[in-house]
C-alpha cells in the first residue's frame, strides 16, 4: 500500500482526541498537535506523526510521562527564569517557555528560560519559529537520552543535541536552523527502520571503533544496547572535523543543564538502577533577542534577506541547480502539502488504527478505504 495521504484536519483532530484520550488538557493537545504536525509540514517525518505513539502516547500509557504538565517557575528575574517541567508534556513546556522568554525580550532586550525535568519537546525548529514570528532572534537546545559518542570515543555519552537558531528575515520564510549536533539523529535512523532503508556509511560507530554499515534496524538496536553510538558532525575521528561537532553537542548538554541544576549524559536513557523504564528528565533552553531593541525588526529582516540572497547568488558547483538557504527546502515541502496533507506510511498507518480502536474513537481513515 506505501504512503496514503491523511488531511491535515483529521490528522489534527485525530491526534488532538487521542492525546486527550490519554489524560492531556485539551488546550494542551493542541499545542502537542501543533508542534508534531510542523515538522511533517517541513517535511521532517523523523519528528512528526511518526513519533505520535511511540514516543508520546506510549510514554503516558507506560507511566514515565505526565500529560497533565506541572509549569513550574522555580526562579525568575527580569530576564531570566528557571522552570521545572515535572515530566510533563515536553511541547507544553518548551511554548510556555519560548514564550516566557519573547515576552521578556519585548520588554528587556533579552530573555533566557532554562528548563529540567522535561519530555521530548519535538522539533526544535518550532521555538525559534515562534520568535521570529513575533520580530525576536530565537535560540534553543535540548539534551536528550545518551546515544553519541565524543571523538575517539566509543560510547554514547550525550544526547543528538540540536542547537537551533532562528532569525527573521524579509523572504517568505525566516532563516531557521535546525539540525542535531550529530551527523545523523536517532529519529533518522528510526525512520530508516520503518522505511527499509540502510543506515548511511560513516554515521554510527561500534564498540570496536568501526563503522556500522547495512540494516538500520539492526544497527538501532546496537545503540539501544550501548554496542554502538552516533558519530558527531564531522564524522568519527578528527579528520573531516568531528572535534568540531563534539565541542558544539557539549555546548547545548550544559546549556540544558549546569544553569537549571539538571540532569546529564548516562542519566537520561529513561531506565532506572534495575532497567526499568524512567522518566527522561531532560533539560532545555530558551533565548530570546528583541530586533527592536537593537535597529529594529524592519532592518534586521531587510539585512538579513540581503545576506541570504547574496549567497544564494554566488557561484554554483558544476551540476549544482541552485544554493539553498536554511529552511527554504522546509517552506518548499510546506507549499507542496498544505493543500493535500501528511503522508503515513504503513506502520504509521497501523500505529493510528490502534491508538484510535484502543480509545474507541470514531475515525475512518483514508487506508482502510
Not at 514516543?55 to 522555580?74: A, K, M
Not at 571503533?209 to 539501544?224: C, F, P, Q, T, Y
Not at 531532560?282 to 535597529?295: E, P, Q, R, S, Y
Amino acid at each position: 500500500m506505501g504512503k496514503v495521504i491523511l488531511d491535515w484536519d483529521t490528522a489534527r483532530s485525530f491526534m488532538e482526541d487521542a492525546f486527550k484520550g490519554v489524560g492531556v488538557p485539551a488546550d494542551d493537545a493542541k499545542i502537542v498537535v501543533d508542534v508534531l504536525l510542523e515538522s511533517d509540514k517541513r517535511g521532517i517525518e523523523s519528528h512528526g506523526c511518526n513519533r505520535f505513539k511511540p514516543v508520546y502516547i506510549d510514554r503516558i500509557n507506560d507511566g514515565i510521562q505526565n500529560p497533565v504538565t506541572n509549569f513550574e517557575i522555580i526562579k525568575e528575574t527580569e530576564c531570566t527564569a528557571v522552570v521545572d517541567g515535572h515530566d510533563g508534556m515536553g511541547q507544553v513546556i518548551g511554548y510556555k517557555s519560548m514564550q516566557m522568554a519573547i515576552d521578556k525580550a519585548k520588554k528587556y532586550g533579552m530573555g533566557m528560560v532554562v528548563v529540567r525535568n522535561s519530555c521530548h519537546y519535538g522539533i526544535a525548529g518550532y521555538y525559534p519559529s515562534m520568535a521570529c514570528k513575533q520580530g525576536c532572534i530565537g535560540i534553543t537546545g535540548t539534551n536528550a537520552r545518551p546515544s553519541v559518542a565524543p571523538t575517539f570515543g566509543v560510547e554514547g555519552m550525550f544526547g543528538t543535541n540540536p542547537l537551533t537558531i532562528g532569525i527573521p528575515t524579509d523572504e517568505d520564510f525566516d532563516f531557521i536552523i535546525d539540525c542535531a549536533t550529530s551527523i545523523t539523529q536517532n529519529g533518522k535512523i528510526e525512520y530508516y527502520a520503518r522505511i527499509g532503508e540502510d543506515v548511511h556509511p560513516g554515521t554510527i560507530i561500534d564498540s570496536d571503533g568501526n563503522a556500522v554499515e547495512g540494516d538500520a534496524g539492526v544497527a538501532l538496536a546496537k545503540i539501544r544496547n550501548g554496542t554502538a553510538a552516533l558519530a558527531t558532525l564531522g564524522g568519527i575521528g578528527e579528520a573531516l572535523g568531528g572535534y568540531k561537532g563534539y565541542g558544539y553537542a557539549m555546548v547545548v548538554e550544559l546549556l540544558s543543564s549546569v544553569l537549571q541544576d539538571g540532569l546529564y549524559g548516562k542519566d537520561l536513557d529513561g531506565k532506572d538502577e534495575n532497567g526499568n523504564k524512567r522518566p527522561y528528565h531532560l533539560g532545555h533552553f530558551f533565548i530570546a533577542i528583541d530586533t527592536d531593541h537593537f535597529l529594529g525588526e524592519e532592518l534586521c529582516r531587510k539585512k538579513a534577506g540581503e545576506i541570504i540572497r547574496s549567497v544564494r547568488a554566488s557561484k554554483k558547483q558544476p551540476g549544482a541547480d541552485r544554493i539553498w538557504s536554511a529552511n527554504e527546502k522546509e517552506w518548499n515541502v510546506w507549499l507542496q502539502r498544505k493543500d493535500s496533507g501528511v503522508p503515513i506510511n504503513e506502520s504509521v498507518q497501523a500505529e493510528m488504527n490502534k491508538v484510535r480502536d484502543d480509545l474507541k474513537l470514531d475515525y475512518k481513515f483514508p487506508w482502510e478505504n
